[in-house]
């Protein structure tokens, strides 16, 4: 079991930045691909950029240049840095730790509650 607890959020000017934290509880964090993903009103919940145990990385493409994930695992927590931020990144944003057992197929999907990201335009 997993317990995720997003902070950072808030409300900032366009062209400014953010630092999302989510710190997770729980065992083997270090072996769980982590991710940020944002839903905005009336909008689906999207993928804003995952790294995985092995550091390796990947955005969406209306973020990369201006987000940067990062993952410290001695304390089980990933970060969010977030700049040049734009009104249209206004969203909730979750965190999200997901592993698949290889032995036994099994996978291991857990979700913060989310935190508010407001950018005035």
């Known amino acids: 079991q997993v317990q995720l607890v997003e902070s950072g959020g808030g409300l900032v000017d366009t062209g400014g930045s953010l630092r999302l934290s989510c710190a997770a509880s729980?065992?083997?964090?270090?072996?769980?691909?982590m991710g940020w993903y944002r839903q905005a009103p009336g909008k689906e919940r999207e993928l804003v950029a995952g790294?995985?145990?092995?550091?390796?990385?990947n955005y969406a493409d209306s973020v990369k240049g201006r987000f940067t994930i990062s993952r410290d695992n001695s304390k089980k927590t990933v970060y969010l840095q977030m700049n040049s931020l734009k009104p249209e990144d206004t969203a909730v944003y979750y965190c999200?730790?997901?592993?698949?057992?290889?032995?036994?197929?099994?996978?291991?999907?857990?979700w913060g509650q989310g935190t508010q990201v407001t950018v005035s335009s």
């Open positions: 790294i995985t145990s092995g550091r390796n990385t």
């Open positions: 729980g065992s083997l964090f270090s072996i769980y691909t």
């Open positions: 999200n730790a997901n592993r698949r057992n290889a032995l036994t197929g099994l996978v291991y999907d857990y």
